[in-house]
């Protein structure tokens, strides 16, 4: 089982930046394929980034690319997602999930989530 906790989530205005964490204590981690899903209110949960277990290829939603940046620290056991240049439209609980292998754009591939952070952006 692992356990995933995120955190950093909050209110920002429009234009600001937030980083988000997500912390695991498995001693597996560098097994893991890694992403941030979001979910707004009445809407499905979408991919927002994913980053492969090295680090060295990452993936992106069109509606983040050049304002959001996933990364992870294997040391650290902890993916993150700088975000910059945050709209309205962005707005959602953003979730971590994990899955045993490459990352997926696909919700239902992963084995583990997050319970959640919420990230409002507003003025």
């Known amino acids: 089982q692992v356990r995933l906790v995120e955190s950093g989530g909050g209110l920002v205005q429009p234009g600001g930046s937030l980083r988000l964490s997500c912390a695991t204590s498995?001693?597996?981690?560098?097994?893991?394929?890694m992403a941030w899903f979001r979910q707004a209110p009445g809407e499905e949960r979408e991919f927002v980034a994913g980053?492969?277990?090295?680090?060295?290829?990452?993936y992106y939603a069109d509606s983040v690319t050049g304002r959001f940046t996933i990364s992870r620290d294997n040391a650290e056991n902890t993916v993150y997602l700088q975000m910059n240049s945050l709209k309205a439209e962005d707005t959602a609980v953003y979730y971590c999930?994990?899955?045993?292998?490459?990352?997926?754009?696909?919700?239902?591939?992963?084995?583990?989530w997050g319970q959640g952070t919420q990230v409002t952006v507003s003025s």
């Open positions: 999930a994990a899955r045993n292998g490459l990352p997926s754009r696909t919700m239902d591939a992963y084995d583990y």
């Open positions: 498995t001693r597996t981690f560098s097994n893991y394929g």
């Open positions: 980053i492969t277990r090295s680090g060295t290829f990452t």
